[in-house]
């Protein structure tokens, strides 16, 4: 009955690694987001996907590439992780508006805690 | 610039104490939305409210409740009679517009319930 789920719950890795991080949405909305909330709890987008078309990206290092499979589906793909790359990182959907923007309540995944060492 | 403050960093009631949060926010457009989420200490985030711009009737549910007023661009958060199960970081949110996904959230209060 998971609305929003992502894999890992916990990510511990070197730097240098390569890591993803899944997300998955039973709700049937249009729109998923990569959000990242550092240690201070600042909570900051990264990316969103509209139909599996990237439709935000915030100045968010080339590392860091999403990939939308399908629109039920929105992974995150870290390439040579630092340390500053460590904090938790959420995944959210919700239901385009009419609009083309989504300003429905976003339903946001448990959160994926990367640390890197 | 569109920005959401929250000036209390964090905040410590003891229980059935009344309690409002604050949240200004900043935005040059005439439609948007404004949000609360809750985080408690297992992490998720629980979304709480949406509200429009056009609509600044007060919201009340169960022990919370919402006054949003456009004049000062203020949407505060109060919980009655606080329980320790209310204990948790509050975020406010804006999303400035109506075609655009960016939500921008707030620096969040901590809120500590004691018994």
């Known amino acids: 009955d998971t609305a929003v789920s992502q894999t890992p719950k916990y990510l511990v890795t070197q730097m240098g690694n390569d890591k993803s991080i899944k997300c998955e949405q039973n709700?049937?909305?249009?729109?998923m987001y990569w959000y990242k909330q550092d240690s201070k709890k600042f909570l900051k987008i990264m990316f969103s996907?509209?139909?599996?078309?990237?439709?935000i990206n915030e100045t968010v290092p080339n590392r860091f590439s999403p990939k939308s499979p399908d629109k039920a589906h929105l992974n995150l793909h870290i390439n040579s992780l630092e340390l500053g790359d460590s904090a938790v990182y959420f995944c959210a959907s919700s239901q385009a508006g009419l609009a083309g923007g989504s300003y429905n309540e976003q339903f946001f995944g448990p959160g994926t805690r990367l640390t890197v060492l | 610039a569109q920005k959401v403050t929250q000036a209390q960093t964090e905040i410590s009631v003891v229980e059935k104490e009344d309690v409002t949060l604050d949240c200004v926010y900043e935005t040059r457009d005439t439609t948007y939305y404004l949000f609360w989420y809750k985080q408690p200490p297992s992490g998720e985030l629980v979304f709480l409210i949406r509200r429009n711009s056009f609509d600044e009737q007060n919201e009340i549910s169960g022990r919370y409740s919402w006054n949003f007023q456009k004049s000062t661009s203020s949407f505060n958060f109060t919980i009655t009679a606080s329980q320790v199960v209310d204990s948790a970081v509050y975020f406010c949110a804006l999303l400035p517009g109506y075609n655009t996904d960016k939500l921008i959230f707030g620096t969040g209060t901590r809120l500590q319930v004691f018994p």
């Open positions: 996907y509209n139909n599996k078309e990237l439709i």
């Open positions: 709700l049937g909305h249009d729109t």
